[in-house]
């Protein structure tokens, strides 16, 4: 049995897309037509067999918040189900899942350090940074300055610039940051990924395409 899905132009496809996989018998094929998809929330999935959800490369955008990261949402969250099979995806989120800076002054004595950010991102409206890591030319982590908290100080002083205000323990990484370094910053740290298994057995993932996901592709916790 096969379950088309149209592109109907909704604003949120979630209800629609949960309810009909709520009624899968086991043996459909659910299809999606080509199109974006906007998905709001995750998607819940649970006590479903032998099921192939074939999202016909069509594009899928969950909600990624940059300022509530406790609201970061991804595509499905399965439980329970086997003999799954999911393909033909392409993945992208609503808003930026990291924005990249310029280290551009630095003051070890007062533990604070000023980024500017590149062209086209912004951090004006009191977004959340998680995560910020150092790199070098070739765009690999070189871990020069790296903080992890989920409380990170800063104020935006204008004109794409961020003040950041670390502890203690960071002050030799201030000072030893170049001017000029080039900082990426994580909004989400949180456990979140745009597919989650829970409890399942035999699934199979074909064909994904990911621009950004809430944090991780996917967390796996069932067999096969």
Excluded: W
């Excluded at 009909?20 to 974006?36: D, H, N, Q, W, Y």
């Excluded at 067999?49 to 509530?68: C, E, P």
């Excluded at 280290?103 to 977004?127: A, I, Q, R, S, W």
């Amino acid at each position: 049995m096969e379950k088309l899905i149209q592109n109907k132009n909704l604003a949120d496809y979630s209800d629609l897309i949960e309810n009909t996989l709520k009624t899968c018998e086991a043996g459909t094929k659910i299809v999606f037509e080509p199109g974006e998809y906007y998905i709001g929330r995750y998607i819940h999935v649970e006590n479903i067999d032998n099921v192939v959800i074939d999202g016909g490369n069509a594009l899928f955008i969950t909600h990624y918040d940059t300022i509530n990261v406790e609201n970061v949402q991804g595509l499905f969250i399965f439980k329970n189900c086997s003999n799954i099979t999911v393909k033909n995806f392409e993945l992208d989120t609503d808003n930026d899942i990291n924005v990249t800076a310029a280290v551009t002054k630095k003051d070890p004595d007062n533990l604070t350090y000023e980024m500017k950010l590149l062209d086209g991102f912004t951090m004006d409206k009191g977004e959340h940074m998680a995560v910020v890591e150092s790199f070098d030319e070739n765009l690999v982590p070189d871990y020069v300055l790296t903080h992890y908290s989920p409380d990170t100080e800063y104020e935006y002083i204008g004109d794409g610039t961020l003040r950041v205000k670390l502890t203690e323990n960071h002050r030799s990484e201030i000072a030893n940051v170049k001017i000029g370094q080039q900082m990426a910053i994580r909004h989400c740290d949180l456990n979140r990924a745009a597919m989650d298994f829970n409890t399942c057995t035999n699934v199979i993932l074909e064909n994904f395409r990911v621009y950004a996901a809430s944090n991780l592709f996917v967390i796996n916790c069932c067999e096969n």
